[in-house]
């Protein structure tokens, strides 16, 4: 089967106005194949920049970063920043050009988005796509999507960089004794018996720590193993969903579905996975 190309959005000359905050520019798209570099320049306004797909390096007047999917950027007016791409196939990134009141850094930020964002971004971006594909780009829910998508990343960018960030050493601990499984748990309940613990305690000291629960951590790692294997596509979907913790392959799509916007065959044929 021939897979379709992306269906790119560009939304310029835009005005949404909200709590300090003007958008200007919404675009989704893939950088051109012919540019494997993107000479430093600089805006007037704000801009948040992630990567979906591909890998490269990012310059700005701080230096060089190397950026993959997940990597998010923001730099504040009149930053230098280009690209220089590192694979064949060019990077899919998500960006929004904005004013703000004051601006959140005087320095660029650089950061990686946990899986669990990711999920909810690509769930969020997908509708967004069809709010488009159906010529409703000025609408209302048009308005809300790209809203959305906004809120998503300012909030991730704000909690990450607090000036006493804290550290959450046992709910680091449980992401990795998921990490060293063979195959994911089944269940927050399963977990807790690997661990010998009691599953109210475990979970209580998770959300006290870090403000999660056992349930979010097992998905966060199922989602870590879905998108590598769907990516290496050696392996059929019904082994996909065993090895991520998931005895009915139909249960599995459907809940893959719900948190990233397309089915795992949807997302396997997607011409993005570079």
């Known amino acids: 089967m021939q897979k379709q190309k992306p269906q790119p959005i560009f939304l310029e000359d835009l005005t949404l106005s ?4 003007t958008i200007l520019r919404f675009a989704y798209h893939k950088h051109s194949s012919q540019s494997d570099k993107i000479s430093p320049h600089k805006h007037a306004y704000s801009q948040f920049l992630l ?20 990597s998010f950027l923001y730099f504040p007016p ?13 990077p899919l990134s998500l960006v929004f050009d904005f004013k703000e009141k004051k601006p ?8 990686s988005q946990p899986p669990a964002i990711l999920s909810e971004i690509e769930k969020n971006l997908h509708r967004t796509i069809e709010s488009a594909d159906l010529g409703h780009d000025k609408s209302p829910t048009m308005a ?3 809203l959305t998508l906004f809120a998503v990343l300012h909030d991730s960018l704000h909690q990450e960089n607090e ?85 009915d392959p139909n249960y599995f799509s459907r809940w893959f579905r719900k948190k990233v916007g397309q089915t795992p065959l949807q997302w396997r044929n997607s011409p993005n996975l570079d």
Not at 78 to 90: D, L, V
Not at 223 to 231: F, N, V
């Open 78 to 90: 009149h930053t230098i920043h280009g690209f220089i791409k590192s694979m064949e196939s060019p």
């Open 18 to 21: 909200f709590g300090g905050f």
């Open 163 to 247: 000036s006493n960030p804290r550290i959450h050493p046992f709910t680091s601990k449980i992401r990795r004794r998921l990490a060293g499984l063979p195959k994911v748990v089944e269940s927050p309940r399963e977990l807790a018996q690997l661990i010998g613990e009691d599953l109210s305690s475990l979970n209580r000291k998770v959300r006290n720590e870090s403000g999660l629960n056992l349930g979010t951590l097992i998905d966060e790692r199922r989602l870590e193993l879905s998108y590598a294997a769907l990516k290496a596509g050696e392996l059929p979907i019904s082994q996909i969903a065993w090895n991520s913790g998931f005895q």
């Open 104 to 111: 959140f850094s005087p320095n660029p930020i650089f950061k």
């Open 144 to 146: 809300a999507r790209m």
């Open 51 to 70: 990567y979906l797909r591909g890998r490269g390096i990012q310059t700005t007047d701080l230096g060089k970063q190397q950026v993959m999917r997940g």
